[in-house]
């Protein structure tokens, strides 16, 4: 069964910076691609970026202001460090994954995801 749980949300000043984290296990196949979202309040979610088993990252339209990278502690563990936070940065970061052996320049369906962890920057 498939687990996602992502941490390191919380409150943090404009101009800051966060790491947060996303465990992950139970895939049933080596190859699957691991991806960051978020949805702030009141707007649609977004997706910003991917990373896949080899460790190539594919970087979508959400996080084109450059503030955001994806990467790997170790096989289970896929990080998004997001700098520069701005209060518009404030919302839910969700951390999901689908069975696909690379991430595309659009959007695949993600099968599993996890429960979100909540950003909140301040001004």
């Known amino acids: 069964q498939v687990q996602l749980v992502e941490s390191g949300g919380g409150l943090v000043q404009s101009g800051g910076s966060l790491r947060l984290s996303c465990a992950a296990s139970?895939?049933?196949?080596?190859?699957?691609?691991i991806a960051w979202f978020r949805q702030a309040p009141g707007k649609e979610r977004e997706a910003l970026s991917c990373?896949?088993?080899?460790?190539?990252?594919t970087y979508w339209p959400g996080s084109v202001t450059g503030r955001f990278t994806i990467g790997r502690d170790n096989a289970n563990t896929v990080y998004l460090d997001i700098a520069s936070l701005k209060p518009e940065d404030t919302a839910v970061y969700y951390c999901?994954?689908?069975?696909?052996?690379?991430?595309?320049?659009?959007?695949?369906?993600?099968?599993?995801w996890g429960n979100g962890t909540l950003v909140t920057v301040s001004s």
């Open positions: 999901a994954a689908g069975n696909y052996y690379y991430c595309s320049a659009y959007v695949p369906p993600m099968h599993y």
């Open positions: 139970g895939f049933p196949s080596d190859y699957y691609v």
């Open positions: 990373i896949e088993t080899s460790d190539k990252i």
